[in-house]
T-cell receptor
Framework: EAGVVQSPRYKIIEKKQPVAFWCNPI?????LYWYRQNLGQGPELLIR????????DSQLPKDRFSAERLKGVDSTLKIQPAELGDSAVYLC??????????????FGSGTQLSVL | GDSVTQMEGPVTLSEEAFLTINCTYT??????LFWYVQYPGEGLQLLLK?????DKGSNKGFEATYRKETTSFHLEKGSVQVSDSAVYFC????????????FGTGTSLTVIP
């Protein structure tokens, strides 16, 4: 079974440029998450989807960040414009159970973003 | 709000040494508790979990017991191997917060031969 696939693996951009990350979750997983992991920190939730609906985006900085999950499968996270403080690893995760108690998350390898 | 505090690293051990990584949590009610592991160059993956008090999660020789009285979920392994070198994250999810996951800051473990 293929895992959660993310691309690109690395991205280096100058500040004020736009950037986009792509995620393909495990087949059949209805719940998709985007996390941001700063250096030396644990992942922090940005947004959670149940199918194509964003059910928790309270931590997403909506002035510059946007996300979509068309057709409830693949998802794209965008930053426009990027700032120096956005440098981090962006992780995508999926699960099958709609965030049930004790549900297991499957993570992709992440996209490491460096904003210069 | 809900949070997880875990032992700061990095931790360096010799092969076959005993490992403990401390984790304590703050939450109302009864969260589920997890340990995730991140091997170099890979994504986080579930190591073990416990969903109620006094449960013991175990996998690959690692164990952790959900202690409600001390709000702890310490990770232990009796004899570590070089292949256990990774970053370990303690996490919780709670129905009060829509089962959102809260992760600790991670503890880096290096096992030397």
């Amino acid at each position: 079974e293929a895992g959660v696939v993310q691309s690109p693996r690395y991205k280096i951009i100058e500040k004020k440029q736009p950037v986009a990350f792509w995620c393909n979750p495990i087949s059949g997983h209805n719940t998709l998450y985007w996390y941001r992991q700063n250096l030396g920190q644990g992942p922090e939730l940005l947004i959670r989807y149940e199918n194509e609906e964003a059910v928790d985006d309270s931590q997403l900085p909506k002035d510059r960040f946007s996300a979509e999950r068309l057709k409830g499968v693949d998802s794209t996270l965008k930053i426009q414009p990027a700032e120096l403080g956005d440098s981090a690893v962006y992780l995508c995760a999926s699960s099958s159970g709609g965030a049930r108690l004790g549900e297991k998350l499957f993570f992709g390898s992440g996209t490491q973003l460096s904003v210069l | 709000g809900d949070s997880v505090t875990q032992m700061e690293g990095p931790v360096t051990l010799s092969e076959e040494a005993f490992l403990t990584i401390n984790c304590t949590y703050t939450a109302t009610g009864y969260p589920s508790l997890f340990w995730y592991v991140q091997y170099p160059g890979e994504g986080l993956q579930l190591l073990l979990k416990a969903t109620k008090a006094d449960d013991k999660g175990s996998n690959k020789g690692f164990e952790a017991t959900y202690r409600k009285e001390t709000t702890s979920f310490h990770l232990e392994k009796g004899s570590v191997q070089v292949s256990d070198s990774a970053v370990y994250f303690c996490a919780l999810s709670h129905s009060n917060t829509g089962n959102q996951f809260y992760f600790g800051t991670g503890t880096s473990l290096t096992v030397i031969p």
